[in-house]
């Protein structure tokens, strides 16, 4: 026999879809159908799951009114969350042996990590929560998880820039950029159907030095009559203090690379540590 | 005042933690803590939870008993499900504006919709959930995050191989190999870091034709000492019949795209249509 639903498997029900879809308004009557249960029941465990959800800062809960409503949920990470995710990271990041030829940081296993990206995308939907984003810009190869994760918070489509030309996805619109830090000539193209007029675009990215692709990204958007409403990476070099864009928000700045001593200088950003970025 | 938690209270924030590290076990003592409940409390719950998990299909919770005990969410797709999502897709993809010049199909949106891709990384999750990955392998771009998807329905890092060389990542390992479609020479690459000797590689991609790049990734993981444990793609081409690898699953199969008449071919594969892969 088939016991009795009682409010916490209703509430569970209720969580996964939720978590399932974030950013994303459904209406209870998905629930009063497939829970066999009455409106005012669904809107009690509703109110049981806003209580629980705030409580172990889990993400927000919140019901809208009307035509259009329903229940919707935001993943939210607390300014104490982000900073421990920041502090974390600068400790992993900091090992001699991630240290490449050339200056360069390993990071490649970290952005591999799917609890620590999602994560990461969770931080910068935080960030950018008010900016509402209805497409997530990344350029190809290592940004990607981090921006399909981010895209998942949001849950909106993923867009992927390709350095240079690409062959199977048909019509495509290009950008020449200069490269900020190796004053070099690049280009990106994304396929002309990927972004629709008027898209509000958040490009994220796992590093930003000179800013050069960042302002490639505003080129590039401003082709297809979409606007750039957000930039986020995860690490933000120091130097050049003068970058190409302004008004990005990064996690950690990296402040050097000092090869001979094998010390890497990397410390949470202003953002990390309970300055989040102006919404508007 | 704080309201006295409630089963489904705890309900939820169990769940919570599980959905988001999946495949993984979490012993029961961090939810004593956390919730400020006995033992015996909160396996009252998990026993609730995997009922509810297991009456509305989202997944499979299990109890590990001893010292390296605890509970585990493996996230699953019943045959119904899985069927219900390839025909969906089959749907989707037969647009005409789907046909690219080359009888290529423009997939890139929909591999780009995170809450399809969550979908589908549980889908290939349950293909090969016996098969016990250690890490899921992706060739860029266009498959990243369908493999991060597994990856992340696995909890196991993803790992990126690249076409050409890559100049930031340290010393790395390239293979080469024929595409099978174009019977060109093509080259892969990965970072030495990026996979243990050992590992049981899960190699996840969105298109299959000849089987040339899978093929690269078996001699591509030879050179790691590391074992290819499944091939999963999304789309398999039906032509040519003879592939340079076997054994690959696949959710849909590509008969033909007919650019004169404006008509793809496309169906479910048998994997979907309730024949999964034999696990071993």
Redesign the interface.
């Known amino acids: 026999m ?2 009795r639903l ?8 209720i ?2 879809r939720l ?3 974030p950013h994303t308004v459904v209406p209870l009557g998905t629930f009063t159908g ?1 829970l066999g249960a009455a409106k005012s029941t669904i809107s009690e ?1 509703i109110a ?2 806003r ?3 705030e ?2 800062q ?1 993400g927000r809960i919140e019901t809208l009114a009307g035509a259009t409503g329903g229940v919707r949920y935001t993943p939210f990470r607390t300014a104490e969350q982000i900073r421990a995710i920041a502090e974390d990271l600068v400790r992993r990041l900091r090992d001699p042996a991630r240290i ?3 200056g ?1 940081l ?1 990071t ?2 970290l952005l ?4 620590l ?2 994560s990461l995308g969770e931080v910068f939907a935080t960030f950018f929560a008010e900016r509402r984003p209805d497409v997530v810009l990344s350029m ?2 290592q940004g ?2 981090l921006a ?2 981010t ?2 918070a949001f ?6 820039a ?1 350095r240079g030309g690409i062959r ?3 019509p495509s619109v290009g950008v020449n950029y200069v490269s900020g830090s190796s004053r070099t000539m690049q280009s990106m193209t994304l ?1 002309l ?2 972004v629709p007029p008027g898209a509000r675009a958040l490009f994220i990215d796992d590093f930003l030095r000179g800013g050069g692709t960042a302002r490639g990204v505003y080129d590039l958007m401003r082709e297809f009559q979409a606007e750039v409403v957000g930039i986020g990476v995860l690490l933000e070099a120091a130097e050049p203090k003068d970058k190409l864009v302004d008004r990005h928000v990064s996690l950690l700045v990296l402040e050097g690379i000092d090869e001979a001593r094998g010390a890497v200088h990397l410390a949470p950003s202003r953002f990390a540590l309970g300055n989040p970025p102006r919404q508007s």
Chains 1, 2 share one sequence.
């Open positions: 088939v016991r009682r409010r916490g498997d209703r509430m569970v029900t969580a996964h978590f399932q879809e497939a465990d049981s799951l209580q629980t959800c409580r172990f889990l490449l030829p050339g360069f390993y490649a296993d591999s990590l799917p609890s990206v999602v190809e190869v990607i998880p399909l994760m895209a998942r849950n909106v489509p993923l867009v992927t390709r199977t996805e048909g396929p159907r990927a």
